[in-house]
Nanobody, 114 residues
Framework: EVQLQASGGGLVQAGGSLRLSCAAS????????IGWFRQAPGKEREGVSC????????YYADSVKERFTISRDNAKTTVYLQMNSLKPEDTAIYYC???????WGQGTLVTVSS
């Protein structure tokens, strides 16, 4: 059974940092790109970042460039999202996803206070 378990969210002040983790299981982790998405209240889900499993190429949404860093540990089958210089507009539920699939983790809430 494919599982994606996101964790690491919480309440942080603007300018602070959080590191999200997405623990994956039930599939050959190193063969798939895993991405982070987020959904803010009243808004559509949007892509935040993803990292290719093949060539290591990385995508960041413009709104998070220079602040967020995605990484993955194939040995731990985990993808991380280091979020620095957080802003109130980063407040959302963050989900991880196997790119191109309909497999989603349950999400972790990030709240950034001003």
């Amino acid at each position: 059974e494919v599982q994606l378990q996101a964790s690491g969210g919480g309440l942080v002040q603007a300018g602070g940092s959080l590191r999200l983790s997405c623990a994956a299981s039930g599939f050959t982790f190193e063969d798939y790109a895993i991405g982070w998405f987020r959904q803010a209240p009243g808004k559509e889900r949007e892509g935040v970042s993803c990292r290719s499993s093949y060539d290591g190429s990385i995508y960041y949404a413009d709104s998070v460039k220079e602040r967020f860093t995605i990484s993955r540990d194939n040995a731990k089958t985990t993808v991380y999202l280091q979020m620095n210089s957080l802003k109130p507009e980063d407040t959302a539920i963050y989900y991880c996803n196997i790119i191109g699939s309909n497999f989603w983790g349950q999400g972790t809430l990030v709240t950034v206070s001003s």
